[in-house]
C-alpha cells in the first residue's frame, strides 16, 4: 500500500513539473518565439495570456515589442567644406518581425550593434556630401536673424552674414533616415525617427571657428571706437568754436562799453572845459601829474629839453605868471629836487 500511494506522489510531483514546464505567460510588452532544439517552432506568440509549449523540448524566446532607444557615441566626421565635426545622432526603433529579428540579430545587443555600424555609416554619408550650414540651420526657409549692431555697408560685405542653404538639417535626417530605414529592414525592425542630439566643432578647427568669431566683433568694436572718437573730436571742435565766439562776443562788448565810457568821458570833459576855461588847465596839470608818478620813483633821473611839453610844470616861472599852476607850492619845490633838466 505505501508502495502504491509511492508511485502516485512521484507521478503527481511529475504532472505538476511537466504542467509548469509546459505553460508559459506572455504579456503586453513582450512576443515569444518558440524554439525546438535552437530552431524556430511555428508563429511568433504576440498576444498576451497564458500559453502552452512542449516541456523540456521547446523554450521560450522573449522580444521587446516596445519602441527602444538607440543612442550612438559622438564620432568625428568631415563636411563637405572640409570642416571636421563632432556627430551625436539617436534613434527610435521597433521590432516589427519578430521571427526576422530572431533568425538575423538573436537578441537586442545584437541589434543594437548593427544599428551602430548602419546609422553611424549613413550619418558619415550624409554629412560628407552637404556643406557644415546645412547640417547647422534647421529648414531652408526660416530667415536668419541679423545682427542689428551692423551698418549697412558691413552687411554689403557680408559680416556675420549666414550662406544660403538648400537643403537644411531636417532634410538631412530625413535623408540618414531614409536610406538607414531601407537597411534595418531586413532584420526585422523599423526604424521609426533618428534626430541630430548635438553638432560641435572637433578640437582642431573650434579655435579656428571663434577667432572667426572673435574677429567680426572686434570690426564691430573698432567701428564704434572710431565713430566714438569722430563724436568726441566733434564735440571738442563745437567747444572750441563756441568759446572763441563767446570770448570774441565778451571783448566786442568790452570794447563797446570802453568806447562808449571814453566817448561819455570826453564829452563831460568837453562840456567841462566850455563851462570854465580854467578847467582844461586843471586837467593837464592833474594828468601831468598822474604821469609824474608813474614816470618817476625813488632814484628816478630825468634828462628833459627846456621846450617839453612835460617840462613845463618843473621848472620855475616868473612871479609876473601869478596864474601858472606850477606856483602851488604843493608840488613845485618837491619835484623839483628830484629832477634834473639839461637845456639845450
Request: zero cysteines; a neutral charge; glycine letters at 6%.
Amino acid at each position: 500500500m505505501k508502495l502504491v500511494w509511492g508511485i502516485l506522489a512521484v507521478v503527481a510531483a511529475a504532472a505538476v513539473v511537466t504542467a509548469f514546464a509546459a505553460a508559459y505567460t506572455v504579456n503586453e510588452v513582450e512576443q515569444a518565439i518558440i524554439t525546438q532544439f535552437g530552431k524556430p517552432v511555428g508563429a511568433p506568440v504576440t498576444t498576451a495570456g497564458l500559453k502552452f509549449k512542449l516541456p523540456f523540448v521547446q523554450v521560450v524566446n522573449r522580444i521587446d515589442r516596445r519602441v527602444l532607444e538607440w543612442d550612438g557615441n559622438p564620432s568625428d566626421m568631415p563636411t563637405k567644406d572640409k570642416l571636421y565635426i563632432s556627430v551625436d545622432l539617436f534613434a527610435r526603433w521597433k521590432i516589427t518581425e519578430p521571427l526576422q529579428y530572431f533568425l538575423r540579430l538573436r537578441d537586442e545587443r545584437s541589434a543594437q550593434s548593427r544599428l551602430d555600424d548602419i546609422l553611424g555609416s549613413e550619418t558619415r554619408n550624409a554629412v560628407a556630401k552637404h556643406e557644415l550650414i546645412e547640417i547647422i540651420r534647421t529648414t531652408k526657409g526660416r530667415t536668419p536673424l541679423r545682427d542689428s549692431l551692423l551698418t549697412d555697408d558691413e552687411l554689403a560685405q557680408d559680416i556675420g552674414a549666414l550662406l544660403p542653404i538648400q537643403k537644411g538639417r531636417a532634410l538631412v535626417e530625413q535623408e540618414i533616415f531614409a536610406a538607414a530605414a531601407e537597411k534595418v529592414r531586413v532584420f526585422g525592425i523599423s526604424l521609426l525617427d533618428i534626430r541630430f542630439k548635438r553638432i560641435n566643432y572637433n578640437e582642431s578647427v573650434r579655435p579656428k571657428i571663434y577667432d572667426r568669431m572673435v574677429s567680426e566683433r572686434r570690426q564691430i568694436a573698432e567701428r564704434f571706437l572710431s565713430e566714438g572718437n569722430g563724436e568726441a573730436a566733434r564735440i571738442r571742435g563745437n567747444r572750441v568754436r563756441d568759446l572763441n565766439k563767446v570770448q570774441s562776443e565778451a571783448y566786442r562788448a568790452v570794447e563797446e562799453i570802453r568806447g562808449v565810457a571814453d566817448a561819455s568821458a570826453a564829452d563831460i570833459y568837453a562840456r567841462a572845459y566850455n563851462i570854465d576855461p580854467r578847467a582844461a588847465e586843471f586837467y593837464e596839470f592833474t594828468r601831468t601829474m598822474q604821469a609824474y608818478k608813474d614816470m618817476i620813483s625813488g632814484g628816478t633821473t630825468l634828462v628833459l629839453s627846456t621846450e617839453s611839453d612835460l617840462f613845463k610844470f618843473l621848472k620855475g616861472v616868473g612871479p609876473e605868471d601869478s596864474n601858472a599852476p606850477n606856483q602851488h607850492p604843493a608840488f613845485s619845490p618837491a619835484i623839483s629836487s628830484k629832477v634834473g633838466a639839461s637845456e639845450e
